[in-house]
């Protein structure tokens, strides 16, 4: 039976005392036992049986005793200095404020931007330490900025049974989820807390394979807003539509989208009722892009839904070309612990590049769109938005 590293402590302390008082002989004696009771080696226990407990003088009134189970602190100048903190909180705060996995792999092509459009200035010795940082580096510099609000909100879902029967329920076979185009929609309610009367509602459209994500806000949950705003967002999609997934609400299943969808060889289909999971992808964005920007104040004016239109357009550039995305390629459970394994982080517009599905001269039209963002401006103006829509 193996000692802990207490009893081991206790053990050295009393041993020695008989060590360093014994003759030559029973030095070899009581060593010996001491490395067959402790599991040390032989040359260790005897390096610890001589220095333990021995006196040395420093002067006439200080006197040090040998402790060999204490280890003075390793002392070791800092990697990443305050140059270096000032500048990543500046970058991370432009991000965003996301984790260090997703920020580390977009740090070259960020600095490279930035620095064009002269929105951060680094020494070169600080842009070589911020090229070359970790991500669990960036996490614990940024941990004391780190302590931000977190709210909840309510479903607003209120189920539509009419043509439930004609829409089937989505099944993962069905769906190429390696192609874009197959999107998950939803609708989020701006009613503050008050749900009397009308109030604007967010379309919220996210593709399941690119993460690539449109916004549009409506006047209500009348079929023929949210179907309008529908055909709006296909047209800014940088690929085809080709499939549709919502939950059972009665805005999405209804007459006008299900024969439109027929029309257009879009296939449509429905989550499971209750199974907010069915559509986690939308789901996840709900909350991380429109009610992280926008909240959970009311809107019900003409004003704010124009606001919200407006914010939503420089919104959907900064998301689809600025948020690396992480997608989860394994789970595996080990007994109760689940072990997630994730891809390397990619923004949208990378992933809808290396798609072979994406023609040629949609991949065209992002890169000369991508070559004149600023994602630093379009965090200054979704700000502005936001003072005034608040």
């Known amino acids: ?70 280890r003075r602190k390793r002392q070791r100048q800092r990697t990443y200095g305050d140059d270096v903190l000032r500048s990543l909180k500046q ?14 792999p977009l740090m070259k092509e960020l600095l490279r931007i930035l620095l064009k459009h002269k929105e951060i200035r680094v020494l070169r010795e600080t842009k070589k330490k911020l090229l070359r940082i970790s991500a669990s580096t960036i996490d614990r510099l940024l941990r004391q900025e780190r302590k931000k609000y977190e709210l909840k909100g309510r479903s607003l879902t209120k189920p539509g049974t009419l043509l439930k029967h004609q829409i089937p329920i989505r099944t993962f076979s069905e769906w190429d989820e390696q192609r874009p185009g197959f999107v998950e929609i939803d609708l989020v309610g701006h009613e ?75 296939t449509f289909t429905r989550s499971r009722s209750y199974r907010k999971n069915d559509n986690c992808f939308v789901e996840q964005k709900n909350y991380t892009i429109v009610r992280r920007y926008v909240g959970y104040s009311r809107y019900d004016t003409e004003i704010a839904q124009k606001l919200l239109n407006e914010l939503y357009g420089h919104l959907r550039l900064y998301v689809n070309f600025f948020q690396p995305v992480m997608k989860l390629i394994q789970k595996t459970r080990i007994g109760s612990r689940v072990r997630k394994k994730y891809d390397v982080p990619q923004t949208p517009y990378q992933r809808v590049l290396v798609s072979p599905h994406v023609t040629e001269n949609k991949k065209e039209t992002l890169r000369q769109q991508y070559a004149h963002l600023n994602p630093a401006m379009l965090r200054r103006q979704i700000a502005k938005l936001q003072n005034k829509l608040f």
Request: with cysteine.
């Open 1 to 70: 039976m193996r000692l802990t590293i207490k009893e081991r402590q206790k053990a050295t302390k009393i041993t020695a005392a008989r060590y360093q008082k014994a003759s030559k002989k029973k030095k070899g004696t009581i060593l010996e036992e001491f490395a067959a009771l402790t599991g040390y080696d032989r040359c260790y226990a005897a390096y610890l049986l001589r220095g333990h407990g021995k006196k040395v003088r420093i002067n006439r009134r200080t006197v040090a005793v040998g402790d060999i189970g204490k």
């Open 91 to 104: 970058i991370w705060m432009i991000m965003d404020c996301i984790c260090g996995k997703r920020l580390q």
């Open 192 to 266: 503050g807390g008050n749900q009397r009367g009308d109030f604007i509602q967010t379309l919220n459209v996210t593709d399941v394979c690119t993460g690539w994500t449109e916004m549009q806000a409506v006047k209500n949950k009348a079929q023929i807003w949210v179907f309008e705003a529908l055909k709006d967002i296909r047209k800014r999609l940088p690929f085809d539509l080709l499939g549709i997934d919502s939950d059972n609400g009665s805005e999405f299943i209804n007459d006008h989208l299900v024969r439109f969808c027929r029309e257009e060889q879009i």
